[in-house]
């Protein structure tokens, strides 16, 4: 079973930047890819998705400021997130995109302060 492992979270001030990384315990490469977020109170969202040919997507919230990206062949996807406002705090998490149950991961945590 593929295990999706989130990490790059951090505490970062508004303006700031954070790259997210998403490791697979095996190849996903065969499928399109999200990185979705959950803030405290709210349901969880889809961020930005990246297909197996590169085609990428961003909710209107991120657009211009945040890159979704793959590497299949170290089974990783990235997201790079620069302007950072504080209603960007979440926890992070990556799945496939749609998403499947079994592939919820822990997430890594954002938080954007001053």
């Known amino acids: 079973q593929v295990q999706l492992v989130e990490s790059g979270g951090g505490l970062v001030q508004p303006g700031g930047s954070l790259r997210l990384s998403c490791a697979s315990s095996?190849?996903?490469?065969?499928?399109?890819m999200g990185w979705y977020r959950q803030a405290p109170g709210k349901q969880r969202e889809l961020v930005a998705t990246?297909?197996?040919?590169?085609?990428?997507n961003y909710a209107d919230s991120v657009k211009g400021r945040f890159t979704i990206s793959r590497n299949n062949a170290k089974y990783t996807v990235y997201l790079q997130m620069s302007g950072l406002k504080p209603e960007d705090t979440a926890i992070y998490y990556c799945?496939?995109?749609?998403?499947?149950?079994?592939?919820w991961g822990q997430g890594t945590q954002v938080t954007v302060s001053s």
């Open positions: 990246i297909t197996t040919g590169g085609t990428t």
């Open positions: 799945n496939t995109a749609p998403a499947a149950m079994y592939y």
């Open positions: 095996k190849s996903f490469s065969i499928n399109a």
